[in-house]
């Protein structure tokens, strides 16, 4: 019986040394958590900056009739050019036609009292001459004439006025355009400076983008901005910045930009898509590829490896500018740190990993 126990201790003894040996080789390189790492460095970052945008009017009119009235007929469609005295459209004239004749009466009513009155204060001062008249007869002649002259005057003026509001049924923008929209039918009634006609004006046009605010932070290079037309690209123009949007669009979040063409050729029609190019001063950032980048705690971050110990962690990061491929860093990540770029996916912060490959800076881009 002792022997048999002295087996099982000899067996056992045996076993857990055998276990020993075992738990102290190196861990299979199949269990191990291998990632790819880039040695951060920084690059010099492109100044050119593309966005797309469309061409339109520098000035642009809306158009309204001067008086009240019903539309009897409109000329014009969305995007015909009109001249600056041609009529678009025109009201009921009718009411306005028969004011102007209560004009005419009213005015040859006070010519005709002016007339009269003209004679008597002849008769009187003739008579006052001789002395066969009273002078409170020769004051109410005298004063007479001056009140139907004066009637004379306001008819006119009233006339006038008749006149101007007949021409106003014919609607004219005043300058040559393009009609961009409309909002008038026959039949339609139509209040005084209601608008119905948006012109887009004949002369200079503008390349209108939306950027996002990050790109004004920094002045432009160059100011001037290289103009290309989308659907041709051997169609091009130069332009400079004319105006900034004070404001965000709430949206959006981008801030409009106004680009004065120069000259616009006329490919570049109203509504036109092109695509701009500005040049920037380039900087120097931590440029790394997309594969870097994670999240943590709500922020971006990417995972930089301790060289030392062989352990990463997450570093929270400010992006300066997001390429077709690749991020750009501001801040967060030194120059020589050692980050992550493949296999983030399976780290947590503290964990040893082993660098499978260690990509250089520029393929890592």
């Known amino acids: 019986m002792h022997a048999v126990n ?14 020993t040996a075992v738990r102290a080789d190196p861990v299979p390189l199949m269990a191990q958590t291998l990632v790819r790492t ?54 009921d004239p009718r009411e306005q036609r028969s004011n102007l004749a209560n004009a005419h ?21 003739a008579l006052m001459a001789s002395g066969y008249t009273t002078r409170p007869s020769y004051d109410n002649a005298e004063q007479q004439l001056r009140t139907t002259q004066a009637a004379v005057d306001s008819a006119k003026a009233a006339l006038g006025t008749a006149q101007e509001q007949l021409s106003y049924t014919e609607l004219r923008s005043g ?13 339609q009634v139509v ?26 932070a920094s002045p432009p290079q160059s100011g001037t901005v290289d103009v290309t037309l989308q659907g041709d690209p ?22 409009r930009v106004k680009v004065g063409l120069k000259q616009t050729p006329p490919a570049m029609t109203l509504g036109a898509v092109v695509i ?25 971050a990417v995972w930089v490896r301790d060289p030392a110990g062989g352990t990463v962690a997450p570093r929270i990061v400010t992006i300066d500018r997001y390429g077709p491929d690749s991020i750009a860093l501001s801040s967060g990540v030194a120059s020589g740190e050692e980050v992550v770029i493949a296999g983030i996916q399976f780290l947590r912060p503290g964990q040893t990993v082993t660098v499978a490959e260690q990509v250089a800076t520029g393929a890592a881009k």
């Open 276 to 300: 701009g190019r500005g040049r920037f001063q380039s900087h120097a950032a931590i440029v790394l590829p997309w594969s870097a980048l994670y999240r943590w705690e709500d922020k971006p």
């Open 38 to 91: 880039v040695i951060a460095a920084e690059s010099p970052i492109a100044g050119d900056v593309v966005f797309t945008g469309d061409v339109q009017a520098q000035g642009q009119t809306s158009v309204s009739f001067r008086t009240a009235g019903k539309i009897e007929t409109r000329l014009v469609e969305v995007g015909d050019h009109v001249a600056a005295d041609q009529v678009l459209a025109r009201l």
């Open 6 to 19: 002295r087996g099982f201790s000899i067996v056992l003894a045996s076993t857990l040394l055998a276990a």
């Open 234 to 255: 051997s169609v091009t123009a130069i332009g400079s910045v004319r105006e900034i949007s004070p404001s965000v669009d709430p949206t959006s979040g981008t801030v």
């Open 191 to 216: 209040q005084a400076g209601q608008s119905v006609l948006t012109l887009a004006q004949d002369g200079p046009r503008d390349a209108v983008f939306n950027v996002y605010e990050a790109l004004l």
């Open 175 to 187: 300058v040559a355009g393009i009609v961009l929209s409309r909002s008038l039918e026959t039949g």
């Open 105 to 125: 009466a009213a005015l040859a009513s006070a010519e005709a009292l002016s007339t009269q009155a003209k004679l008597g204060f002849k008769r009187q001062e």
